[in-house]
């Protein structure tokens, strides 16, 4: 990937820079850019056991565990790096009924999940009444149980319902802080200026937010990545989700190369060190390029992990990129492989909403 600041890097040695950013969580932008463009695999291994060593100050050995469910693979949008993308004629759709989403949710709370995180393509033929009306129930039928949305941009006044109704969280993917390059990844009507609006309004708001990028999308430099973890530094989310590029068949991006395990690697590992506290999850785009993806990715920081308990029968049909793991799973199985990954590594999954540390410091319960 081009680093262009590296021409104004210092010529200090990673592994300085490496110690540097576990002393102050930061590091110059030139530095940043240096230690991502030039680290090798024998210095790595460093810069992952600092990112462990401050995970578990903050959180021990406990794995997180967030129930995903995909609802519906109906997009208004045409990101050209996605599968769900408006314009994919080939793409397979399909929209849950609020029953389906309901008995996913109770088959996840017998599986030992506390967080459901609900994300679609951007389907307006859900209201602002029905995502209110789902969230609601779910919130009454598991009164100790957190609600995520990940339904993508929507006005101010849209963000405040949810919230009323019960969502405390949010995930929306800045994708890339620089504008010339979030042009490169969407269609003309989206800007980056809206996607940066609807963060700050969620934060606003009061939801837990999780924003995050794609690892090697294309177009991307290294430079762009350090202006992220500027992005992210100076926004301070609550969660970051960040997952290698794999190309779709079906889109414009079919033929760029995918994201690499060692660069969504590294990347977790700098975001765990400028942000401590900071919820991580191993994402399942990083299960897909390495078998052990996630595995790796929690030993290099990460502390999340998302199983899918989307009914088995729509899994291969919300397909954001292809050769994506586990999708003739049932929820079960993905629960119990999930645990047994943890415990290869190490982790165990915890049953609890799994929160944000730092709440616990504004006087929020300490369960997680
Ligand atoms: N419509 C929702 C959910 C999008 S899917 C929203 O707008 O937030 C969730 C994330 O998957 C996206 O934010 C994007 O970063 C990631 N994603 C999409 N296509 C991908 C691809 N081809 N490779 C890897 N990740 C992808």
Known sequence: MEAKALAYA?????EERIRELRREGMLPAAELVALLATITPVEAPLLYAEAREVREQAYGKDVYLRGLIEFSSYCRNDCLYCGLRRSNAHAERYRLSEERILSCCEKGYELGFRTFVLQSGEDLSYTDDDICDLVSKIRAAHPDC??????GEKPRESYERYFEA???????????????HYGKLHPAELSLANRKRCLDDLKDIGYQVGCGIMVGSPCQTWDFVVEDLL?????????????PFIPHKDTPFAHEPAGTLEDTLHLLSVIRLM????LLPATTALGTIHPQGREMGLLAGANVVMPNLSPSDVRGKYLLYDGKICTGDEAAECRACMARRCASVGYQVRVSRGDHVSRRAEGAPAVR
Do not use: C
């Not at 210092?10 to 990673?14: G, R």
């Not at 969502?167 to 890339?176: I, K």
């Open 166 to 180: 019960g969502a405390e969280r949010y995930l929306l993917r800045q994708e890339t802080s620089n504008p010339w």
């Open 10 to 14: 210092s010529d200090a040695s990673n």
């Open 146 to 151: 957190a609600v995520t949305l990940s339904i």
């Open 275 to 278: 942000l401590p506290d900071v």
């Open 231 to 243: 992005y992210m530094k100076a926004f301070r989310p609550h969660m970051v989700g960040i997952g």
